[in-house]
């Protein structure tokens, strides 16, 4: 690559870190329209994206962040007004940039035009303070000609006494930091990975050594790989909030195309995920945000007439709670009502006409495929796609989701997510005298030891055993597996799961024990088997499969 | 199996380097290029619901791959296990797996005007897998085409058939 090549992909890269940062400014712009830090904010990252553009020679470009830092110019002179429609004015620029860089980093001599948009900036310009109009609560971000024809409603004042948290100052572009390419972390990741399996085999022969120095050191060395390994995981992870953000604007634009006034409080954007899972939590995210404000918020009408503040309330929030992440998702709407749930299940035969289902248990079936409540489509939900592939989504990271929903007054959805992806706690279990095989300890709810008495066997070649009152149907893993085990063992070890709120337990020989390991994708020579979802190196030295138990299950209804 | 050669690279036109080794009574041939190395039978964990040629999967330092029984594959005949067995580790470029050999021979350079075509044959048994044949030293060595021998879509496949489990 040429010079200016080079320095053009520096200034994409640099551009795209810019225009996430002007996209937070903007809207805390909007709760916070008077703060002079946020303008100054603003204004000195357009300048900079203007400065380098020209610099890289993308005229266009250039003029076109021109013409907005003139406008920015008289925001910050408080020449004109900073209302709804200037900050959807502004975040529609920000969009249009943001295009323009995906469009240039695929295509270094794409052109987009920028005319129009232009034109709307210089109207904007021009309007002078309590002049710029204001829009009806419309789609006001993909339409093009929306911003100059509507009346003047001055609303500045409510949006700005509606800000609920002061958000912080966007952090200076020039933190301590240095870009590194994802996949030169991730070799680091995969070399300490087999870092920490040499450690392990060299802590099981521990004491087959003589020299206490050396067992010492071997200790010593146990705890410091240890360190790097948490510190190299550590490296991929990245801050949740460019992610909330986006879900911050998802909210206002799905509200203003619904007509809903909604406000939407985040919590815990600084707590750090690996960059993996921040990319694939995004889309079941943005499903269930869209869904808290199509489906859960109620109309404006309806919340009046319930007594309700006009202004709805959605809280995106993230904690680390037990070593998982929770991420909540909650609204202030109507609730879930279980009483329609239930009737529609029964319609869709997912249950029993006569089915005694608990309300919460029954709130839980509208992750099953095919289950949608809200019968018309809208542009946001209801496209067929639906919480199932949200659960779906969610499962495939090795977490789960709950609703608690109070009807009247709002749903919460909960996702618990491993903190990585690389690494589980895994349940290593014997299933004969030689084969060994994980279990990720996230899929077992309870591990019994059993007499071969205590099964029950059912109909032709099912069994059953009583698990704290309840009936619980269980499986030989060997059989299944179609792997050697003992037929009659005196005493035997029930793994169990729970899946979709139903019991299910695995008879194993013998469980060794509980260990974290480096998750190893098989081949794409064996590809994909039902039943193991990858493999791990043991203590041992050898390797070992990871069961998918909650498949196994699944499978079976497939 | 030192090479018998003392350079890396031939200087005889068109001779590749190739790896001779043994399945049963008959000698094949692989590229060396095509050899990340050769290693002693190492512990191999069987994998549920694969074929009987899928012998399961090995760590090599912290690499997980597959190993295949290559007689069995080819041949039809298991591989009987013993001391000069050997596994080769071959190199796909994104992944390597391993494949047990009867015993791993030599390296030899193979010119490209000394490989035979494989002969017309009134069989059924597709041959494909065998690219060429060399007679040298009064025996016949075929040369393995590797990917043809262990098809990456039949290797795709492999879960196919087998993949559906029942519980009981």
Known sequence: MDELGNLRQLFLDEATDLLEGTERSFLSLESTPDDPGTIDQIFRLAHSLKGSAKAVEYGDLASFTHALESLLVKVKKQEVEVNRSMISLLLKCNDHLKEWIVLLKTNPNGKKSYEDIVRELEAASSQGKGAVPVPKLENQFFTEDKVADTAPVNETSKIGKAKAEKPKAVEAASEDSIRVKLNKVDDLVNEVGELVILQTVLKQQKLQIQSDLIQKTIDQLSKITRRIQDNTLRLRMIPLKSMFQKMQRIVRDTSNTLEKEVLVHLIGEDIELDKTMVDKLSDPLVHLVRNAVDHGIEATADRLQAGKPAQAKVWLSAQHQGGRLMIEVRDDGKGIDPVIIRKKAIEKGLIAADSAMPDEAAIHLIFEPGFSTKSEITEFSGRGVGLDVVKTNINEMKGEIQITSVPGQGTTFRIYLPMTLAIIEGIVIKLNDVEKYVIPMFQVKEIVEIKDSDVWAMGQSNNVFVLHGQTVPVYNLGKILNRPYKTNPKRTVAIVIEVGQKQHAFLVEQVINQQQVVIKKLGPDIGKIRGISGSAILGDGKAAPILDLDEIVTGRYA | ?168
Do not use: W
Not at chain 2, 83 to 90: D, F, G, P, Q
């Open chain 2, 1 to 168: 199996m030192k090479e018998d050669s003392s350079s890396r690279h031939d200087r005889k036109n068109g001779a590749e380097r190739h790896l001779i080794f043994s399945l049963g009574t008959e000698e094949y041939a692989v590229p060396i290029l095509k050899v990340k190395e050769v290693i002693e039978i190492p512990d191999i964990t069987p994998i549920p619901h694969t074929p009987r040629h899928y012998m399961g999967i090995m760590n090599l330092r912290g690499l997980v791959i597959s190993i295949i029984d290559l007689r069995l594959k080819i041949k039809g005949i298991a591989q009987e296990i013993g001391k000069k067995n050997a596994v080769i580790i071959l190199d796909f470029g994104s992944f390597c797996f391993g494949v047990a050999v009867s015993s791993v021979n030599r390296v030899i350079p193979i010119e490209n005007d000394e490989v035979k075509e494989r002969p017309p044959m009134e069989s059924l048994e597709s041959l494909e897998y065998i690219q060429g044949v060399v007679y040298r030293d009064k025996r016949l060595i075929l040369i393995l085409d590797v990917s043809k021998a262990l098809n990456i879509d039949d290797m795709q496949a492999i879960k196919h058939p087998h993949s559906n489990i029942k519980i009981a």
